[in-house]
């Protein structure tokens, strides 16, 4: 399943790339994939931007504002109720079964 | 009070837990030998899991665990200290000696407490430091769950404690075929799915969240649907009441129930668009059931409006859902509520004006 189209944040330095492809073996999406010596983003509207690729980069060749896409996390964000975006009410910090 | 610096070199697991069986002499002390085989009692605190009960209290202890007869060359496989991440694991390797190293999430996931960064790379190192993993194997290498991987950074966790990391596959169940194969997993083994059972399965989570405030919500709907209509107030109560609790158990069932479950099959690929299809349906059944039922007494307005609100909170709740969801990201989640908040709040006070407005309307 695909969500939104044209939204994703994921960016890929092909000039820092040196193709180790350790983003290939984290990326739960199939969002890259070997191109020759290098890495691709082949499915950019797969990535969910959990951030797994660009944490695992030593080459610091990905970008991504990674976070969890749930809209209880946003929400409580919106009203204030949490500083960091995780789900759930203020007393636990997760409860939704996102977290 | 010993320091906390002190508290982690002496920190062991509890042999109290009720999944350990023995104990296992080693180079750094004692560790907890475990089942693999998972019990009644394990089961059952699965379905509570699953029911929404008692979700925050189910961990283990953090710490280094042996299961089987695990040697100096033995695979170690790192896991969080959730009780359900944990069971899965240890229940797909009977028969198998390998030692886990479960990392203190808070009792959260794998996936879950990587994003938060508790299943993180500073609580790695530290744990391997504290369990004195050094001392019990030989080799220099960490089977860490693909799900970590957006908490733990593999060039920094070599750096720092000079274990190598690994990737295993993003299912437990599959870590037999992948240990078996040298530590290689097959495409299919690195994708996240997200099928009927898998979705099925969050239903009691998404539903015991909903029932926590909605039982309270549907009684005062259920008195307040009444007042204000010409005629025996109690009569009108049952009616009118009765009407507006099925809307909101058919706007409940659409958002939290049929979104999830024909969630590819829905239109749309904003959830909010899912679930406003699902929650329109079920409205409209509901709607026809009771003009059909009770055509003389049935208010078009009345019907009319909860035909509004009960789409726009089936949308709210399916747009939750996301959350459970594993192919949503944060800027899409961000641009869709953007979009569909003010939708189904705008949606939601028309219905609501249209729901009071329809008794002095005759």
């Known amino acids: 399943m695909i969500y939104l189209r044209n939204v994703v944040s994921l960016e890929l330095d092909r000039d820092k790339c040196t193709g180790c492809g350790v983003c290939l073996k984290v990326c739960p999406q199939g969002v890259l994939a070997r191109c020759g010596d290098f890495v691709q983003i082949v499915n950019q509207d797969a990535c969910i931007e959990c951030g797994a690729c660009a944490m695992n980069c030593e080459f610091d060749a990905i970008r991504v504002r990674s976070g969890v896409g749930c809209a209880a996390a946003v929400l409580n964000v919106m009203l204030g109720r949490t500083s960091t975006p995780c789900c759930g009410s203020s007393d636990d910090s997760c409860t939704t079964s996102c977290c | ?362």
């Not at chain 2, 009720?18 to 059952?44: H, K, M, Q, Y």
């Not at chain 2, 993993?133 to 290498?141: C, S």
């Not at chain 2, 909605?214 to 009616?239: D, P, R, Y």
């Not at chain 2, 349906?281 to 307005?301: E, F, P, V, Y």
């Open chain 2, 1 to 362: 009070m010993p320091s906390e610096d002190s508290i982690r070199e002496t920190q062991s697991p509890s042999f109290d837990q009720c999944f350990v069986i023995d104990s296992l002499e080693t180079l750094a002390g004692s560790v907890p030998v475990i089942d693999s085989r998972i019990t009644r009692i394990d089961n059952l605190g699965k379905i509570k899991i699953r029911l929404g009960l008692n979700r925050m209290g189910y961990m283990i202890d953090p710490g280094l665990y042996a299961l089987g007869r695990p040697d100096s060359h033995s695979p170690v496989l790192l896991s969080a200290n959730y009780k359900l991440s944990f069971d899965n694991l240890r229940s797909v390797l009977p028969g198998r000696s390998v030692w886990l190293l479960v990392l203190d999430t808070k009792g959260i996931n794998v996936w879950c407490a990587a994003g938060k960064g508790t299943f993180g790379t500073t609580e790695l190192v530290a744990r391997v430091a504290s369990s004195r993993l050094a001392d019990i194997v030989d080799h220099r290498t960490l089977i860490v769950p693909q799900l970590g991987a957006p908490g733990v950074a593999a060039h920094q966790v070599q750096r720092q404690s000079g274990f190598r990391v690994i990737y295993g596959p993003v299912e437990a169940k599959d870590l037999p075929a992948f240990i078996d194969s040298g530590n290689r997993a097959t495409p299919e083994m690195r994708r996240k799915t997200f099928t009927l059972k898998e979705r099925a399965v969050l239903i009691g989570v998404e539903l015991s969240i909903v029932v926590k405030y909605g039982i309270m919500v549907g009684l005062v709907m259920f008195f307040l649907a009444g007042l204000g209509w010409a005629g025996n107030l109690w009569s009108n109560v049952v009616f009118h009441g009765t009407l507006a609790v099925s809307a909101f158990v058919a706007a409940i069932m659409a958002g939290a129930v049929l979104t999830p479950l024909l969630l590819p099959w829905l239109p749309g690929r904003a959830f909010s668009v899912k679930g406003l299809t699902a929650g329109l349906c079920l409205a409209a059944l509901h709607g026809a059931i009771w003009l059909s039922a009770a055509a003389a007494r049935t208010n078009h307005l009345e019907i009319g409006g909860w035909m509004l609100l009960g789409p726009a909170f089936a949308s709210f709740l399916a747009m939750n859902f996301t959350g459970a969801s594993t192919f949503t990201s944060l800027s899409g989640v961000k641009k869709e509520m953007h979009f569909a908040l003010p939708l189904e709040i705008g949606g939601a006070l028309i219905g609501l004006t249209m729901i009071i407005v329809a008794r002095f309307v005759t």
